[in-house]
């Protein structure tokens, strides 16, 4: 069965801290992604990734970071977290012609900063 | 920038039909497509509709219009198992897909 896998299913962390949240998927896709989801404000996009060593900015970069050394791994860092921080993190992977095929997501991780 | 509108909460009883509406406002996109997302689940891939009209895949149907910068999820047969929550998302040229706040589908028995 195929998946994308977050390491982590709950986090906590406290503010200032850096963390570092990991995503692995074992499809070859070629492209990943990284969404927060909040109540009311659906999913929004923070970084994505097209190939190794590639990234883009989302809608709401501010304060993150990634990392892609690998096709199958995509990492998402928070510098140096803050409250305003605490979200559910999604990670998701699709292949190039993503259209016919939509996203395949992780069970994501609950991340809450003190 | 694009925006997509759904309504919050929508309510319905097992073995109605159902439809979760979802307008946007873009200067351009590829398709429209619906995701679902049970509590504490990852959301997973439901439809995808690249050209104006109706896909129809088992219990669900899928519409856009373009023309009047909308779309719709409809489910038939609701089941209890359909409560989720609902999201239409906007295909980005292909870069990624831009998301809807969601609707959340309670089926009663």
């Known amino acids: 069965d195929v998946k994308v896998t977050q390491s982590s299913r709950y986090l906590v962390k406290r503010t200032g801290e850096k963390v570092f949240l990991e995503c692995v998927q074992d499809m070859d896709h070629e492209n990943m992604f990284w969404y927060r989801q909040d109540p009311g404000l659906g999913l929004r996009l923070i970084y994505f990734?097209?190939?190794?060593?590639?990234?883009e900015k989302g809608d709401i970069p501010e304060g993150y970071s990634v990392s892609r050394e690998k096709k199958e791994r995509f990492s998402l860092i928070l510098e140096s977290a803050s409250t305003n921080q605490t979200s559910m993190y999604l990670c998701?992977?699709?292949?190039?012609?993503?259209?016919?095929?939509?996203?395949?997501f992780g069970s994501g991780t609950r991340l809450t900063v003190v | 920038g694009q925006s997509l509108e759904q309504p919050s909460e929508v309510t319905a009883v097992e073995g109605a039909i159902v439809q979760i509406n979802c307008t946007y406002q873009t200067s351009g996109f590829y398709g429209l497509s619906w995701y679902q997302q049970h509590d504490g689940g990852a959301p997973t891939f439901l439809s995808y509709n690249a050209l104006d009209g109706l896909e129809e895949t088992g219990r669900f149907s899928s519409f856009l219009s373009r023309s009047d910068s909308y779309g719709y999820l409809l489910l038939q047969e609701l089941q209890m198992k359909d409560s989720a929550s609902y999201f239409c998302a906007l295909d980005n040229y292909g870069q990624n897909f831009v998301f809807g706040p969601g609707t959340r589908l309670s089926v009663l028995p």
């Open positions: 990734s097209y190939d190794v060593k590639m990234k």
């Open positions: 998701a992977s699709s292949p190039q012609d993503r259209g016919l095929w939509g996203y395949t």
